[in-house]
């Protein structure tokens, strides 16, 4: 059996094949950053569906976020074969998964905004990595953090226009304790930022909500897309939950800015999937 696994840090989706048949399921995010090897055994071990299989798959190949460095590759890496000890384990970066199942063997760029944000350029065999993916303290614009960030920081200075912030009062039921202690001291302070960007799902007709889009969008072209010289020749692709949910708007700012946007999607795993299949000899349609 070969695995696939696309990870943001909210949530890992997992394609698996077989003769037999294929699978797909879903964990919690696996992100070294916030993980240590221990707790992603303990992720796969709370799944009680997987010790059916888990001798049965002798591939992985895993595209998560945070997974940029040596030492964070080989926590992952490490975490995975505690479990699966039978499977040979590769570990890469999400920007390659999202190449791969946006660009394909195309150059373009690639861009992810979900629960964080990055870029990467795709010379159509190797992702380049450049200054970008600081996280969501120093940067992840345009991201679900980011967003978060700001309806929070809105609400508690009272800045929130008075109907959004009754409605917001009522969704989270937060105060300025809460928030310092969910941020500074609890675990995974990006996730609980991008939980509360789901407020702005069935508000964008909201003048308010819609100016903190465009203004999120648009600060992660300036400072992420536009870092690229050549980004008005490119495909600009983009994957993650804000960049799909939003994408009339994201749209605008980037045809706006003369950016031309390829893909769009959701979730990357099942193009990352039918390109390993591929590269692996095995054709799927």
């Known amino acids: ?41 303990k992720i796969f071990s709370k799944k009680k569906e997987l010790a059916a299989f888990a001798d049965d798959v002798k591939e992985i190949y895993f595209f998560g976020a945070g997974c940029s460095s040596p030492d964070k590759i080989e926590v992952i890496s490490n975490g995975i074969s505690s479990y699966f000890t039978k499977a040979y384990v ?10 791969y199942a946006t660009c394909g063997d195309k150059p373009g760029l690639t861009c992810i905004l979900g629960t964080g944000s990055n870029i990467s350029y795709y010379d159509g065999k190797e992702v380049h990595n450049g200054s970008h993916g600081l996280g969501y303290i120093l940067g992840d614009e345009g991201s679900g953090t980011h967003f978060g960030r700001k309806l929070i920081t809105s609400y508690l200075y009272n800045e929130m226009p008075a109907d959004l912030s009754l409605d917001f009062k009522e969704m989270f039921e937060i105060d300025k304790e809460s928030v310092i202690t969910s941020v500074y001291q609890n675990p995974a302070p990006n996730i609980f930022l991008a939980s509360v960007s789901r407020f702005m799902a069935n508000r964008t007709s909201h003048q308010f909500i819609l100016n903190i889009l465009k203004e999120g969008f648009q600060e992660f072209i300036d400072t992420n897309v536009k870092d690229y010289p050549n980004y ?7 994957v993650g939950s804000i960049a799909f949910y939003y994408q009339d708007i994201l749209k605008e700012v980037c045809k706006k800015n003369q950016v031309t946007i390829g893909k769009i999607l959701q979730k990357p795993i099942e193009g990352i999937y039918n390109y390993i299949l591929r590269k692996e000899g095995i054709f799927t349609t």
């Open 1 to 41: 059996m070969i695995l696939v696994a696309d990870s943001g840090s909210s949530k890992t989706d997992w394609m698996g094949y077989s003769p037999e048949g294929n699978i797909t399921f879903s964990t919690k995010g696996i992100n070294p950053y916030f993980l240590n090897a221990n707790d992603i055994l």
């Open 90 to 99: 590769s570990v890469e970066h999400d920007l390659i998964g999202s190449a």
């Open 232 to 238: 008005k020749e490119l495909n600009c692709h983009f």
